[in-house]
């Protein structure tokens, strides 16, 4: 079953590598990281994607919770949650490819942030699902290049990590 963890932690060097060697220590493997700081810039958000039985998800927050740099551990999977990506992708656009090209940006709410001769760069946002979508709706010759951010996470009404 798929996961998300958000994890609060100190905002300093090697925190991120910590986490990271916690899981491939144990042979899990991280479908998707994202880290920033927060509001406070002593501690980050680090959002990570992952799968496992319910047994193997408490296993790795039991082992998150011991590590020093870890202020707090949720599993936004446990309840209502909002959870969103951010895709740039890099497409050719050439002649009359230019204008189906657009219309899909437009069905998928997607914004073209850049424009040349030759390509157009759209910005996607919303579910992994969503972003999935558009690139099999979009004529696989014409992307050029995909860059995707993973996974953000936040838990709804009254739901929140902070210290």
């Known amino acids: 079953m798929r996961?998300?963890?958000?994890?609060?932690?100190?905002?300093?060097?090697?925190?991120?590598?910590?986490?990271?060697?916690?899981?491939?220590?144990?042979g899990y493997?991280?479908?998707?990281?994202?880290?920033?700081?927060?509001?406070?810039?002593?501690l980050s958000r680090l959002t990570i994607v992952t799968s496992g039985s319910d047994e193997v998800i408490e296993q790795i927050t039991k082992q998150?919770?011991?590590?020093?740099?870890?202020?707090?551990?949720?599993?936004?999977?446990?309840?209502?949650?909002?959870?969103?990506?951010?895709?740039?992708?890099?497409?050719?656009a050439l002649g009359k490819d230019r204008e189906e090209i657009k219309r899909l940006a437009d069905i998928f709410r997607g914004r073209i942030i850049d424009v040349t001769e030759s390509t157009y760069v759209i910005e996607l946002t919303g579910s992994g699902s969503k972003?999935?979508?558009f690139i099999q709706a979009i004529d696989t010759d014409w992307i050029l290049e995909t860059v995707r951010t993973g996974v953000s996470g936040i838990g709804r009404g009254d739901r929140i990590l902070k210290v």
């Open 131 to 133: 972003l999935d979508a």
């Open 64 to 92: 998150l919770n011991k590590l020093i740099d870890v202020i707090k551990v949720v599993d936004l999977s446990e309840a209502a949650h909002i959870e969103r990506e951010l895709m740039l992708i890099k497409v050719r």
């Open 29 to 42: 493997n991280i479908e998707t990281l994202t880290v920033a700081p927060t509001e406070d810039l002593s």
């Open 3 to 26: 996961h998300i963890i958000s994890i609060l932690l100190e905002n300093e060097a090697g925190a991120l590598s910590r986490v990271a060697g916690l899981f491939s220590a144990r």
